[in-house]
């Protein structure tokens, strides 16, 4: 196996035991990882990391600070340092501004921003103690383009992609590399659970009605496909990277 700064290192992921999180953490173990698969859903994560060679799976709530700390503890026991974390547990509640609760706004922010800036500080302050380390969080293209009816989503998203750079800004001089990747539609159950009929056709194809382009190269993303660039930014091929926010969405924000 070619040497690429994955084999043999300790992975933490979080939001694994489905879609894009199970999909980074079985690249993850297929470079010869030794990956800890997190998720509020503990038993999902567990029988996800029965399938992959050198895994653990940990229950874990990332709007729970002690838990997240708790969890890192363990997970450096048993599998050792933590030297990549993979941020992608989120969730989605679609509502427009006008429409939405307090509460659809409170908890799209506890689990995708603040859980997340649990688990970036958890991660980063051991990863500055050994001088290196590299984290990447999972936000969205919504962080860069509004969308109707996701409002809290967007924010949400906008506010972690954000936080992850500055993160990396302040660990740059410890060897800490911090990015983002940012998908557009992918075939996941969040995605599933927008559609509102035309499936797949319908997002290619775009929706003038609210201001949403399609797709340019013709397809909606696989998780593996943003597995991939998750996979290129840990590993020692992105050594001068960090900062960098890495659109995975076949061109449907046009990169605005």
Sequence with gaps: MTPDGIAGRTALVTGAARGIGAAVA??????????????RDGPGARRRAEMLAGARGYPMDVTDADAVERTFAVVEEELGPIHICVSVAGILRPARVLDATDDDWRTTFDVNTTGVFHVLRCAGRRMAARNGGSIV???SNAAGVPRMGMAAYAASK?????LTKCLGL???GHGVRCNVVAPGSTDTDMQRALSTGGGDTAVVAGSLPTFRTGIPLGRIADPTDVADAVLFLVSDQARHITMHDLYV?????LRA
């Design 26 to 39: 079985a690249a993850l173990s297929a470079r010869g990882a030794h990956v800890a698969l997190t998720d």
């Design 249 to 253: 969405d076949g061109g449907a924000t």
């Design 158 to 162: 906008a506010a972690t992609s954000m």
């Design 137 to 139: 969080v999972v936000s």
């Design 170 to 172: 302040e660990l740059a």
